[in-house]
């Protein structure tokens, strides 16, 4: 079973505007993750209600796909601007992949800054 997990340490975000939508060049929005310098993964934001494109890996550029919903961008976002470790999983036979963080204590909560 061919298997990818990598930290995410790095990410860089695409807003795409103009054009129609048979036009478009890329979904809407996207994130491009690293690791380290290495571009590993690209999370594609389309249209909620849409049916979503398949998930893809590019066997080139050793590059995952992975398709996600508009509804989800805040939610992804969130995690990759509050969280450390960030890790990125893919398993080609089922198509699947997933962002996950490391272990955290429970009850961590937010810490406060004291000046």
């Known amino acids: ?12 975000i695409h807003f795409q505007a103009g054009n129609d939508e048979p036009n478009r060049v890329y979904p809407p929005v996207l ?7 290495d571009f ?4 594609n934001f389309h249209p909620d209600g849409k049916t979503l494109p398949e ?3 590019d066997n080139r550029n050793n ?3 992975l398709q ?3 509804s989800m961008y805040f939610n992804i976002m969130d995690t990759l601007r509050n969280e450390k470790p960030i890790y990125f999983h893919w398993t080609r036979e089922l198509n699947m992949g997933f ?10 909560g937010e810490l406060e800054t004291v000046l």
Do not use: A, S
């Open 31 to 37: 994130i491009k993750c690293y690791h380290n310098d």
């Open 55 to 57: 998930n893809h890996f």
């Open 99 to 108: 962002l996950r963080t490391g272990k955290e204590p429970v009850g961590e």
């Open 63 to 65: 590059l995952v796909y």
């Open 40 to 43: 590993v993964l690209q999370l």
């Open 68 to 70: 996600y919903p508009m």
């Open 1 to 12: 079973m061919r298997i990818i997990d990598n930290e995410i340490t790095q990410y860089w």
